[in-house]
């Protein structure tokens, strides 16, 4: 972590508080101002994770979705937390039991998953380990709450609730295509039209992001290889090799503009 990073997420913080002022503070952007001041003032930025645990009732953890990293990431701010920290991870698809193996305080660990755009999303989904206390999962529950947010209690499985039908449901999208029984434009629509979807499978796929779709369906299929809702597709293998990724490359199923 460097300084031009947390200078970079502070900017994206103050971004996204200013389209919640837009809608919020509609009639009084004065007002909207002094919200986003007060907030900001509340929010400090370290590049030292050790000492930023040290004074930290909860530390959530938003790294790079790799198993290892996150294990180290754990197991140093074990060692820096004070006992009572509890520690979560906002992990969309790897198991949260796993992750914090390294600590010594497991019944002290969750899950928090936030769904982007987080300032405009309402829920988050509170994941329990088979370790994880009564007492840290109401902690978890009551934090979230005082968010704002609408939490749903979720176990330790595979993409928890909502990725769990959601990724499978985009991975048929493909499956349906590469079997020639619809055009990538008319399973959009079909499903937009007569589900009611606000975005067609094909869309949420560019918007989620191509890699991160083939990571979490090959973490899924490594782990049940003969399951085949978990089966990888030979087309979001070709475009994420090409580097089409979604609308973060400009290219993925659909072209977008830079």
């Known amino acids: 972590m460097t300084d031009d990073v947390l200078k970079k997420a502070m900017k994206g913080i103050q971004a996204s508080l200013r389209r919640v002022v837009k809608k919020t503070f509609s009639e009084d952007p004065e007002s909207g101002d002094e919200f986003i001041q007060k907030v900001m003032q509340k929010v400090s930025t370290s590049t030292d994770p050790g000492a930023a645990a040290a004074s930290s009732d909860l530390v959530l953890e938003a790294i790079v979705e790799n198993m290892k990293i996150k294990q180290d990431l754990f197991g140093f701010l074990d060692k820096m937390a004070p006992e009572h920290t509890v520690f979560a991870s906002n992990t969309s698809s790897?198991?949260?039991?796993?992750?914090?193996?390294?600590?010594?305080?497991?019944?002290?660990?969750?899950?928090?998953?936030?769904?982007?755009?987080?300032?405009?999303?309402?829920?988050?989904?509170?994941?329990?380990?088979?370790?994880?206390?009564?007492?840290?999962?109401?902690?978890?529950?009551?934090?979230?709450?005082?968010?704002?947010?609408?939490?749903?209690?979720?176990?330790?499985?595979?993409?928890?609730?909502?990725?769990?039908?959601?990724?499978?449901?985009?991975?048929?999208?493909?499956?349906?295509?590469?079997?020639?029984?619809?055009?990538?434009?008319?399973?959009?629509?079909?499903?937009?039209?007569?589900?009611?979807?606000?975005?067609?499978?094909?869309?949420?796929?560019?918007?989620?992001?191509?890699?991160?779709?083939?990571?979490?369906?090959?973490?899924?299929?490594?782990?049940?290889?003969?399951?085949?809702?978990?089966?990888?597709?030979?087309?979001?293998?070709?475009?994420?090799?090409?580097g089409k990724l979604g609308k973060k490359t400009a290219e993925g199923f659909y072209k977008y503009k830079k």
């Not at 007492?135 to 769990?164: M, Q, Y």
């Not at 990724?167 to 399973?187: F, K, Q, T």
């Open 94 to 242: 790897l198991p949260i039991g796993e992750i914090v193996s390294t600590t010594s305080r497991q019944d002290r660990c969750g899950g928090l998953h936030f769904f982007n755009p987080v300032p405009m999303m309402k829920l988050v989904e509170v994941v329990a380990t088979s370790s994880t206390s009564p007492e840290t999962a109401e902690s978890l529950l009551n934090f979230t709450k005082a968010l704002g947010k609408t939490p749903v209690c979720c176990k330790d499985t595979p993409g928890f609730i909502v990725n769990r039908l959601l990724v499978p449901y985009m991975m048929e999208a493909l499956r349906l295509h590469e079997r020639g029984h619809g055009s990538i434009e008319d399973i959009d629509t079909a499903m937009k039209l007569g589900a009611g979807y606000p975005m067609g499978p094909f869309e949420l796929s560019d918007y989620v992001g191509l890699d991160t779709m083939k990571f979490i369906i090959d973490g899924w299929s490594e782990k049940e290889p003969d399951n085949p809702i978990f089966a990888p597709s030979e087309l979001l293998n070709k475009l994420v090799a090409q």
